[in-house]
């Protein structure tokens, strides 16, 4: 059976993105892995140029030099350059950020700094606020002027601990997140990991984690949300700043080395095939159960709910009976008509979904399983047996 390429690896995979700035990207970077994508918004932003504290922040960085400069997000610093430029002070601000050393966290921030025509620090990349905390209090900032430039929240530890250690901090609020204006597909996304119809969710900031557990709250399921994060939904977060409100609750983030975007995608396409596909080979076919498709030798296979749902128990214990009242059990709905005849029916369409109806074997009077080796073999099938397919 061959393996997966790159582009296939999340086939039969869906994933949900919580992202508002970036999100059309993360969910272009997904499908193109082949994952099937729910954009649901957990957050917005909100300026707060015009609510005074932006401005208040920037003649108090025109009124003395500035030592440093703490870029946290390259929007965020877009903005503010903006609202500037509508104050008459742009061309003020970017001579004093001139003067001053720049740190900037991550890939985005860095790009911006650059496009103002701008040098961040050469001798630090760094990805984290933590990072760069930990920086500027190895160095020592006794008697210097920071400015710190959020992320949309407050960042109350890193501007005390800067101030414990002598630094006059400048905050500069550019926006603030707020929940989503339209949480419908959020509440959505919240129901499908609740029900395991997702295989992942993806998080780029705390601020949306916090959000998708305060609106789980609210609409009673947040154990259920939590319990599914740890047994079978996968949560992906960009960072450990992001991952830090789920490992608080005792979720295990997945988490790139790198908090990129592009790290995140590819450590999840690598993580899903390897741990949340059940392999098993029924009636001479490999099959790779996925969330929502089966590769059988290696062809995606589109599959129903609820002939996906029997599949799944079925693979549970490979090659064992399972009886109708339990498959019937593992229906998301039912029709019209006897137990038996929905059984019945959601097997005949798997069947058809799989393309092979080998590979379901009828138990007569007891039920159905998957026609493993093992299986056939106590059976006393042999390789090509008609009876397998009854």
Known sequence: MRSAAPSEALVGFTVGVTATRRGEELGTLLAGRGARVIHAPAIRYVSVAEEGGLLEATRACLAAPVDDVVVTTGGGFRSWL????????????????????????????????????????????????????????????????????????????????????????????????????????????????????????????????????????????????????????????????????????GVLALRPESPRLGWLVRDLAAYLPRYAVTRVVAAGHHLEIRGHAVLVDGTPRQIPPAPMALLKRLAVSPGAVVTRPELLARLPTRASGSAEHAVEMAITRLRQALGSAQIIETIVKRGYRLATPAAMASAGHRPGSRRAAS
């Open 82 to 249: 903006t609202a500037a430029e509508g104050w008459g002070l742009a061309d003020d601000l970017l001579d004093r950020f001139a003067a001053a050393r720049l740190l900037v966290r991550g890939t985005q921030a860095r790009g911006a700094v650059h496009a103002a025509g701008l040098y961040p620090d050469g001798a630090l990349e760094p990805s984290t606020t933590r990072e760069i905390l930990d920086h500027l209090l190895r160095e020592g900032v006794r008697g210097r002027r920071i400015v710190v430039q959020p992320y949309g929240e407050p960042l109350p530890g890193f501007t005390a601990a800067l101030r414990d250690a002598g630094a006059e901090v400048i905050e500069a609020p550019v926006y603030r997140w707020r929940p989503a204006a339209d949480l419908a597909p959020l509440r959505r996304l919240i129901r499908l990991a609740t029900a395991r119809m997702v295989d992942a969710i993806v998080f780029t900031t705390a601020h949306a984690v916090r959000t998708v557990l305060d609106v789980a709250r609210r609409d009673g399921v947040e154990d259920a949300l939590l319990e599914a994060f740890r047994d079978s939904v996968t949560a992906a977060c960009v960072g450990p700043t992001a991952a830090a409100p789920l490992e608080a609750r």
